[in-house]
């Protein structure tokens, strides 16, 4: 229910134990019987989320591969649960369940593909800060979300773009010339075009160590 919550509205500062407590029909008290403060259950949400981290049950065939289930496993938890982008920026967690999924799985994931173990440590922290920072630019720009077309989605592109091209011409002529292109830089294929850049790089420079 808490991670309902903060999803729904993706903001982890209005939930509270009252609030909680009222969806649930308990009584505050009945609730801090189970979870001692609101930073317990910001702890437990964080467990399920990272606990539950979801990667294809196939092996990956090549780095390559496994760099991009890695990559998009991360974008997939963190647009399912919005609020992990705030939990994972402001908390730490040591249960097993967390970092068994979160951690454990994608690094084997990695080193199982061929990637030697302090490049995949490398691999891991950049792929996890990379989903962190593009879920946050995206989550407030649901224009971008192109995974889900619409007709609502179209027209706030087209209002986005607008926005860009009616800009002072004179002040602005890069903006205004690229209105259509700005447009996509929170889309999903702005995504695959920076995990894609990094895969080429992770992989020239395993080819060249060996």
Known sequence: MALSLSDAEADLDKLTVRRLAAELGVGAMTLYSYFRSRDEILDGMADHVLGRMRLPAEPAASPAEAIRQVGYGFLEMM??????????????????????????????????????????????????????????YQVPRPWGHTSRDSAETEEQRRQRSHVYSALPIDRFPRLVELADELVCLPSDEQFAFGLDAFVATVVRELDAAD
Do not use: K, N, Q
């Not at 992990?84 to 970092?99: C, E, F, G, N, Q």
């Not at 922290?125 to 946050?136: K, P």
């Open 79 to 136: 647009r399912d649960h919005p609020t992990v982008v705030r939990l994972l920026a402001t908390r730490i967690t040591d249960s097993h369940t967390a970092l068994h999924g979160a951690m454990e799985g994608p690094i084997g994931r990695l080193v199982a593909a061929g990637v030697p173990g302090p490049a995949a440590v490398r691999c891991y922290g950049f792929l996890i800060t990379y989903a962190i920072g593009f879920a946050s």
